[in-house]
């Protein structure tokens, strides 16, 4: 009997105002004890929504319409509060996707990690063991002191996974455990992650849209579209020989940062709206091979070359052959589809007027607590400029500084020392550090900012037709039909579709990726000269990412537009980045052309970074990854 | 230090500002100390002797000077902590009049208020946890129906049940006719049985804004991720509902109660009138009544401070209890 | 209250008097303070009326003079009068009563003018003793119109006051030494107990041990409930519907006695038109439904108000001869139309009543907002004066804004009250003496209306020298006719003296029927009480 | 390259039924959103009809009073009869008028005191607290001064010196003393909301001040501010009572604190009339209560994932 059985288990979302929406239909899949299973899949495939249901931790209007699920031999759609008390967290973990926030903000670290020891009946020193649990996601042991908001984004993200971890519980389900991580951290607990596994033991479900990530570390990878899981097989299979036409174009969006020539494609089309019926097979619209009965007859998830697929070109071996594990997998995938993420570069940049400039800057926090007070030094003395038509890589470890300098920047915060100008505008410069009131708001015409955290970023009370039109209304002068009609366009190009559906809702009843296209299209709005995108595309699967930076992309060319790109993905600042900055505790270590620093860093830290971006197709074809190309 | 130092001047500013409203909404008013006191003294069917006017006039002192002057002395009084001789209680001083009355209020407000608290508090927590249950709406209807009687009428009718009709406990004031004040234990037992009827009054209609405020912000707290994350470790509802969802909730109300803390200095004017009970309250209504310029300026002085230092606390307090508003002063 | 622990049985007392009675509120504010400072009426207990006593006790329903301290008294010419005072009279601890320590109090308050409540020295040149028992009282002028004012202070004891550092202040609050039937037993802010004095001069017609006082509730409604059941002897309250609440509950035992007291009038400011116009007022008399103001707004406890400012029927004897109704005034809209009318104000098309000028006459009436049975007069009386055609704004001042607005004759119509007590001197010096007026934006003493005839100042001024009655008798005749034919004011009806009381323990109560004291003669009323069935045998 | 949305279908082509369907019930209704969330819940939806029926009480409580309250011809402290369903008063009233013309004045007084001063303390609290720096300061002054100021007195002074007196002056003199409470709770949620990151973004997508906190902040603190309304109409409902207790009041009109006083002094205990002395105090608490009711469907206001269940 396997640790956990799925079978045919169903979601759907029911809201009053709208129709509803299959978010998860007929999914079975079983997880042995210890196995490592990975969940692939479109932004808003019902990945969350299958965590929480089998968690039990749906909340209205989201219920279970149908099967079962069936932990360690318990029925968790059947047992009672009190049974499924002393399951969770003993048994049973999880690390809420939008963990950045769900740590209760009044209490401290410490606090939470007692907290669940004691409502488990753990003996022991608190302190103790939570010091070496937060060891484990390489935290320090000062954060137990801490309260969450005085954390980053990564910082609070490492502490939820401490704290999955803190009971050895035997099914761990860690839903995008790791967006807010640098690829360094990152790979550090994932690793420790295998190794904790191998010695305890515990399964663990990882929903991840870092494709390089799963399939490195999974035994085995399901993936999911439309609510269905779509091919289920062992992760070294899914690498050699994807069945899935959806696999296939996934994997060909991805492509290792540190090889010379990068290219992505991505999978044109939207998903399938699940709240209307569909006869046949789900992905027909968009995929290349789909024939006729693919538009008439649902496929079902079958065996196939020793794995699960539902596909029905697949199934009758129609399927063209492609090889995979190659650096030259990505065209090759890609090439099925007609969209490729090539982002060609305009001549050189570099003599453009910069449009910004940071010089010498520094941020230092201090915080009072009775009559102490500490402080942190959050950003020193960082200078460098951005350009029109310029896409500027802000990389570093989780903490370093990125978002307080994203935040000195836009001129949410003001520089302990140092100062910000702002060229760009039709008047004389700019001192960001000093405006205020009025100006600041003329600023921000200008310059916009997409927040990392698009789970607090939008008002909870408030529809997204309702967060785009400010800007519009506002910025661009656009008011009723209008601005809805340009919500509509921009919600589209973040991959949004159909648009309508998702004007009238409100942030909860959107997944992780579709919040954070939201936050994207709301700083798109006013057409702003300078973006500063502080983890755009965390959220997102690897297809929908390349195409929104595809859409910076074009934006920054034809617009001229200059970006600061804040990210840990290496790969998608390869792809976007004209520039590459590297900051570490605050400090600019490294900084010149994307090609320069990837292909030939110079400080140790770069390097470290570069090292630390995993590899699958490596460890599919048995090839060491290569640091420099 | 910086910080103490700015707050402790803002509050000093607050005082004096206080203060001088204190010195002059009394004398705004119209009517005059002494012909207050004699058309007390005489009724409402009784002309009044002009001669009686005159010697209460010689009685009180009439206050030299203009405004101003009046103003400087008041100030420098009050510096003194000298408040004067109460006009109503003549010749006893403001004093004797307030140390007499506050105990009385401190002990049944101040208690009645925690327990409002405590009790609105634990209830509303309740029936946040229980939202929509039966529970929530025995508690939520149940005390808003009960919290919202008018109050004299309600005390009116405590009264005339359990002192005029079944005689538990005697109908008013703060001990019996017999008893002398003192610490003996038939004088506390006597108190504490006068104590037992406005009590109630006050526990009926304290906790009802407790209750739906912390109710009402609780149900807000439960919503957040963070408390699903609670769920999902499992932690007991009990402790979810207290740590989770109370913890952040009781925020906003801790402030409102520091304020009312404060506020009981001032008493409850409509409890202790209808209980002739010898507190603040009643005090407070008489010398406004009589324009008795010198006790209430005390008892407002009183409040004033009570207030302002309550609300001193709350401040420091929600620092302490909410850390996202702790300042982060950039240096 | 069965939890004071210190209640005595309620059966009889010793030697067959009475064990206690149980008395209304005794004063002092709401928490109230000892203090026993006869002059302090401000802050004084309501003990102070059994602990000192004066030169004579006034019976203010009747308007006699009964000896008291002093047994007689005479006149020896219109600025001199002369006092014989009581033999045998002891202070409680045990000192005798002497003419020194009447000579004494008199100087106290010359002394001190804050203790001077009553302004005697307005009147009084020098208070001296000839022998210990005769007094002799010098005038400034002659003396006979302030008798009642003099001859009620409360004599206090020379060798205690003497020593006292500031009477001003003094309390007298450790054992009072006073003359009265009763010392101070026990005092809590809640309630007074007085103690029977054995050795008072007329002792053997105390026949009560004890008094107790209960401290009166804010709005009177638990004092109501406790009066109707029976709880106090006597109290003297406002209670609503009275007989249903009140003697219906117990026939046998519940009494009542409201007395009237002084003339609630309409104010008219006469220096302004259309009211400074004889005929017009006059004209306006019958305008007015006394009775039923007297029925629904002071639910029937008292009588409409005679229009000579006298109080009928006890007054009666004071009445001008040729007087209808005792002056009295029926309500007759037809007649009021009809007078003013001819007194020169028409009613124009709209049926409004216009002035000289042509123009509606409008004015506004006000009464304190919280005086709530005189707002229900005043909805009555703007209905009057609306169906005789005047634009009346009914406004509700706070008693404060009204007293002032009322003093400074910032006003067209108020309620005031005047008269009822037994100085008649005062009774129309203060509303109608020029002397107590004044112009329009300063305060007026008590003279509001501004009524300014030198004719009535002279009146006033016989009444205030004259010592003898028929004189006296004759200046208030014609003061009456003032008041009926010129019409400074309009008295509507008489403000009741409250007074319950119940014959279960104690009977001899004053009554209409035996109405030997007004209700706040509380000396005569306690040497007149006797325990119930005492009477029988 | 080319435009990444090939098959992205135009708003409303292919979807026009999804879209139709989509849109919110409120939207086919032509109901603002938020009455139609208050709506669904079943108990507000109590509370919703039990104010409505206060309301038109109110507004046609000329039409359905039966006598005028106050024609006072009728026999004095009758019980509950006939003709006087809840008797008379000790003037001879008739108590059921009272109520119903009552009403119109306490609804008037408990909702615009209730609402002007939640009004002052919400304008004031929110800027304060949302503002910050001096503004913060002088404003938490005001607070502050607000909240010691001598609130019986003052109404003492304000009633002696207004020209006029009557519903409003009271109205008014309610929310002048009465607002700073409010404004002090307000201002410290709000701080605790103010650095939220959607309020940073509602700023970089160029609201000003106000509208931020009118249309970012507020709807976030709903619930907060009900519970502040109700709690300032509750009391300048028992204000308008103790006002006229104090002789502030206007006693010409009729209200049902008015009621309630007159009813105490007026002996309603004494001679036993229920009728007169509960029936004001008992509609009084109604009203309230349907207030409370209402707040059962506030919580989804405020908080969204509410709405569902
Ligand atoms: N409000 C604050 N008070 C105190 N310290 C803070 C505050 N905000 C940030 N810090 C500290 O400043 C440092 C940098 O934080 P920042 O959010 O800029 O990191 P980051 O580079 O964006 O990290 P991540 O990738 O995890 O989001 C961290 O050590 C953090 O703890
Ligand atoms: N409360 C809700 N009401 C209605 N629809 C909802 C609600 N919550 C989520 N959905 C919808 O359900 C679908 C599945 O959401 P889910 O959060 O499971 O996606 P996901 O696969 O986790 O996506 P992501 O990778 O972006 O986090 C989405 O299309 C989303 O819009
Ligand atoms: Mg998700
Ligand atoms: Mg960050």
Not at chain 4, 175 to 180: I, K, L
Request: charged share 20%.
């Amino acid at each position: 009997m396997a640790l956990l059985e799925v079978d045919h288990l169903s979601v759907t979302y029911t809201p009053r105002d709208q129709p509803a929406n299959r978010a998860v239909h007929d999914v079975s899949f079983r997880i042995a004890d210890g196995e490592f299973v990975g969940l692939l899949g479109e932004s808003g495939c019902g990945k969350s929504t299958l965590g929480n249901a089998v968690l039990r931790l749906l909340s209205p209007p989201a219920h279970i319409t149908g099967g079962r699920v069936t932990f360690d031999g318990v029925d968790l759609t059947e047992a009672d509060e009190e049974r499924l008390r002393e399951l969770r967290w003993v048994d049973l973990s999880t690390v809420f996707q939008s963990s950045m926030n769900s740590l209760n903000p009044v209490i401290r670290v410490e606090a939470q990690f007692a907290d669940t020891f004691a409502a488990h009946k753990v003996p022991g020193d608190v302190t103790a063991r939570a010091t070496e649990l937060l060891e484990l996601v390489a935290l320090d042991r000062r954060v137990l002191r801490a309260y969450p908001h005085e954390l980053s984004g990564g910082m609070k993200q490492r502490v939820a996974l401490a704290l999955a971890l803190a009971l050895r519980p035997k099914l761990v389900l860690l839903d995008e455990p790791t967006t807010g991580l640098d690829v360094v951290v990152q790979r550090s607990i994932l690793t420790r992650l295998a190794e904790l596994r191998r010695e305890l033991g515990f399964a663990v479900l990882f929903v991840s849209h870092d494709l390089g990530t799963v399939l490195e570390m999974a035994d085995r990878v399901m993936v999911m579209y439309g609510g269905e899981i779509v091919e289920d097989r062992p992760a070294g299979e899914v690498l050699r020989e994807p069945r899935h036409p959806y696999t296939r174009g996934l994997l060909g969006s991805y492509a290792d940062p540190r090889l010379p020539e990068v290219r992505v494609s991505y999978i044109p089309g939207r998903p399938p709206d699940l709240s209307r019926p569909h006869a046949g097979c789900l992905f027909t619209a968009r995929c290349p091979h789909a024939e006729d009965a693919c538009r008439t007859t649902h496929p079902d998830l079958l065996p196939d070359r020793g794995g699960l697929v539902r596909c029905l070109v697949a199934q009758e071996d129609r399927l063209p052959v492609v090889t995979l594990g190659t650096a030259e997998a990505a065209t090759a995938l890609g090439s099925h589809f007609p969209a490729t993420a090539g982002l060609h570069r305009p001549a050189d940049p570099a003599d453009a007027a910069p449009v910004l400039t940071v010089e010498r800057v520094s941020k230092r926090y201090t915080s009072r607590r009775g009559l102490r007070t500490s402080s942190v030094e959050a950003v020193r003395d960082a200078s460098f400029t951005l350009r029109p038509g310029t896409v500027t890589a802000l990389v570093g470890q989780s903490g370093s500084g990125k978002s307080t300098l994203a935040r000195l920047i836009t001129g949410v915060e003001r520089p302990s020392t140092g100062e910000v100008r702002f060229t760009g505008g039709d008047g004389p410069d700019l001192r960001v550090d000093r405006l205020r009131g009025r100006a600041l708001r003329d600023y921000r015409r200008h310059v916009q900012m997409i927040f990392q955290d698009p789970f607090s970023a939008l008002n909870p009370t408030r529809t997204i037709a309702y967060a785009l039109s400010r800007p519009l209304a506002n910025f661009a002068g656009l008011g009723g039909v209008a601005a809805r009609e340009r919500a509509a366009q921009l919600l589209e190009s973040v991959g949004l579709a159909p648009a309508g559906q998702f004007l009238d809702k409100l942030p909860h009843q959107l997944s992780g990726g579709q919040r954070q296209r939201v936050v994207t299209a709301r700083a798109l709005a006013p057409e702003p000269r300078v973006l500063i995108a502080d983890e755009p595309i965390s959220m997102l699967d690897v297809s929908i990412r390349a195409e929104i930076l595809e859409l910076l992309g074009d934006l920054v060319r034809e617009h001229r537009l200059a970006m600061l790109y804040i990210t840990h993905d290496l790969l998608s600042a390869r792809l976007l980045a004209d520039e590459v900055l590297v900051l570490n505790q605050g400090r600019v270590v490294e900084s010149g052309p994307t090609r320069e620093v990837i292909g030939a860093a110079r400080d140790d830290y770069t390097r470290l970074l570069l090292d630390s971006i995993p590899n699958p197709f490596a460890k599919a074809t048995g090839r060491q990854a290569s640091p420099s190309a | 230090m910086a910080y103490f130092l700015r707050r402790f001047v803002f509050f000093l500013g607050t005082l004096w500002a206080a203060v001088t409203l204190n010195f002059l909404i009394p004398r705004l008013q119209p009517g005059d100390p002494a012909e207050a006191i004699v058309s007390r003294l005489a009724g409402q069917s009784e002309s009044v002797d002009p001669a009686q006017v005159q010697a209460i006039r010689v009685m009180l002192g009439t206050p030299d000077g203009n405004l101003f002057d009046q103003y400087v002395q008041y100030l420098g009084a009050v510096l003194h902590g000298d408040f004067g001789i109460s006009y109503t209680y003549f010749p006893y001083s403001v004093t004797h009049m307030i140390g007499q009355a506050l105990p009385w209020t401190v002990i049944l407000v101040g208690v009645t208020q925690i327990i409002s608290f405590v009790v609105g508090t634990l209830l509303g927590t309740w029936a946040a946890y229980r939202r929509n249950s039966r529970v929530d709406s025995v508690i939520t209807l149940g005390s808003t129906f009960l919290g919202t009687l008018p109050f004299f009428w309600l005390a009116l009718l405590l009264v005339y049940v359990f002192a005029i009709t079944l005689h538990w406990f005697p109908e008013r004031g703060g001990y019996g006719g017999g008893s002398s004040p003192g610490w003996s234990w038939l004088f506390i037992s006597d108190a504490f049985q006068h104590s037992v009827l406005p009590a109630v009054a006050l526990l009926i209609t304290g906790p009802i804004g407790w209750i739906i405020g912390m109710r009402n912000n609780m149900v807000q707290s439960l919503g957040e991720d963070h408390t699903r994350l609670a769920v999902a470790r499992g932690l007991p509802r009990r402790r979810i509902a207290l740590t989770y969802g109370a913890r952040i909730a009781i925020l906003p109300n801790v402030t409102g109660f520091a304020i009312a803390l404060g506020g009981i200095l001032g008493g409850t004017v409509l409890v202790e009138t209808v209980f002739n009970y010898p507190g603040m309250g009643r005090l407070l209504l008489e010398s406004v009544s009589s324009r008795d310029y010198p006790l209430m300026q005390a008892i407002f002085l009183f409040t004033t401070i009570g207030v302002l230092v309550a609300n001193f606390l709350a401040d420091l307090l929600y620092g302490f209890l909410d850390p996202r508003v702790r300042k982060v002063e950039s240096a | 209250a069965g939890c004071t622990g210190t209640e005595q049985q309620s059966g009889p007392g010793t030697e067959g008097r009475i064990a206690y009675l149980d008395y209304g509120d005794f004063g002092g504010g709401s928490n109230p303070q000892a203090n026993y400072n006869p002059y302090l009426d401000a802050s004084r207990l309501g003990a102070t009326e059994y602990l000192f006593e004066q030169l004579v006790a006034y019976d203010n329903y009747g308007c006699q003079a009964k000896p008291w301290l002093a047994t007689e008294w005479s006149w020896t010419d219109p600025q001199t009068l002369v006092w014989k005072l009581r033999d045998g009279v002891q202070w409680n601890d045990g000192k005798p009563f002497t003419a020194d320590d009447v000579t004494f109090t008199y100087d106290l308050l010359k002394q001190h003018k804050a203790l001077d409540v009553k302004g005697v020295w307005r009147y009084l040149s020098a208070v001296e003793s000839t022998d210990p028992h005769t007094v002799t009282m010098r005038f400034v002028q002659p003396g006979a119109a302030a008798f009642t004012l003099f001859s009620e202070i409360k004599i206090v004891p020379k060798h205690v006051w003497s020593t006292v550092a500031d009477p001003v202040t003094f309390t007298n609050a450790e054992k009072p030494v006073g003359t009265g039937p009763f010392t101070v037993k026990a005092f809590n802010p809640q309630q007074l107990t007085l103690g029977r004095n054995a050795d008072y001069w007329q002792a053997d017609k105390i026949m009560v041990d004890e008094l107790r006082f209960h401290k009166a509730d804010g709005g009177g409604q638990i004092d109501q409930l406790k009066l109707s059941r029976g709880e106090y002897d006597t109290n003297a309250m406002f209670v609503p519907d009275i007989k249903k609440a009140y003697v219906d509950r117990d026939p046998a035992h519940n009494k009542y006695w409201y007395p009237s007291g002084g003339s609630i009038s309409v104010y008219m400011n006469l220096t302004k038109a259309p009211f400074d116009d004889t005929a017009f007022r006059k004209a306006l008399l019958p305008g007015f439904n006394r009775q039923e103001i007297v029925d629904k707004a002071q639910l029937g406890y008292v009588k409409p108000a005679s229009q000579t400012g006298l109080v009928v029927p006890g007054q009666a004897d004071w009445l001008p001869k040729d007087l209808a109704d005792q002056g009295v005034i029926g309500y007759d809209q037809a007649k009021a139309d009809a007078d003013l009318t001819a007194a020169g104000y028409p009613r124009n098309g709209d049926g409004k009543r216009v002035g000289k000028d042509g123009k509606p006459i409008t004015f506004s009436f006000r009464v304190p907002g919280s005086w709530t049975d005189w707002v229900q007069a005043q909805r009555i009386i703007v209905s009057n004066l609306t169906a005789l055609g005047f634009t009346v704004r009914a406004e509700t001042p706070t008693p404060e804004a009204y007293e002032n607005d009322r003093a400074i004759g910032n006003y067209d119509m108020v309620l005031g009250v005047h008269g009822g007590s037994c100085n008649m001197f005062r009774n129309f010096q203060e509303p109608l003496a020029s002397d107590q007026s004044a112009p329009i934006g300063k305060k007026a003493v008590s003279n509001f209306v501004r009524w300014n005839d030198p004719h009535t100042d002279q009146l006033i001024d016989t009444l205030r020298t004259a010592t003898d009655d028929a004189a006296q008798k004759a200046a208030v005749a014609d003061l009456a006719k003032v008041m009926v034919e010129q019409v400074p004011v309009i008295p509507l009806w008489y403000g009741a003296k409250w007074f319950q009381y119940r014959t279960a323990k104690a009977v001899g109560w004053p009554s209409e029927e035996n109405a030997y004291a007004a209700p706040s003669d509380n000396l005569l009323i306690i040497t007149n009480l006797k325990p119930t069935g005492a009477d029988a045998k | 390259m080319s435009t990444p949305a090939p098959a992205v279908p135009a708003p409303g082509t292919d979807t026009e039924g999804v879209q139709a369907a989509a849109t919110a019930v409120a939207r086919t209704t032509r109901l603002p959103g938020w009455f139609v969330i208050l709506w669904r819940n079943r108990k507000c939806r109590i509370g919703l009809l039990m104010l409505a029926a206060f309301v038109l009480l109110a507004v046609f409580a000329p039409l359905l009073a039966p006598y005028d309250p106050h024609e006072d011809a009728f026999p004095t402290s009758l019980g509950p009869t006939g003709s006087h369903w809840l008797g008379t008063t000790a003037q001879g009233e008739d108590v059921l008028s009272q109520l119903v013309v009552g009403a119109r004045t306490s609804m008037l007084v408990g909702l615009a005191a209730g609402v002007l001063s939640t009004l002052i303390g919400l304008v004031i609290g929110l800027t304060a607290g949302f503002v910050g720096g001096w503004v913060d300061e002088v404003l938490s002054f005001l607070i502050n001064l607000g909240l010691v100021v001598p609130a019986l007195p003052l109404m003492v002074t304000l009633a002696a010196y207004a020209p006029v007196r009557g519903i409003w002056l009271i109205i008014v003199v309610i929310s002048v003393t009465g607002w700073a409470y409010g404004a002090r709770i307000k201002r410290s949620q709000v701080i605790t909301l103010r650095t939220r990151d959607y309020v940073t973004a509602a700023r970089f997508a160029g609201d000003g001040t106000a509208r931020i906190i009118a249309r970012e902040i507020v709807p976030n603190m709903t619930s907060l501010i009900v519970v502040g309304f109700m709690g300032a109409a509750l009391a300048a409902i028992g204000g308008e009572a103790g006002l006229a207790f104090l002789g502030l009041g206007d006693p010409l009109t009729v209200s049902w604190g008015a009621m309630l006083n007159q009813a105490s002094l007026g002996g309603a205990m004494l001679t036993g009339q229920w009728a007169w002395l509960i029936a004001p105090g008992l509609a009084l608490s109604l009203l309230i209560t349907s207030f409370t009711l209402i707040n059962f469907g506030i919580d989804a206001l405020s908080n969204p994932h509410l709405r569902e269940d």
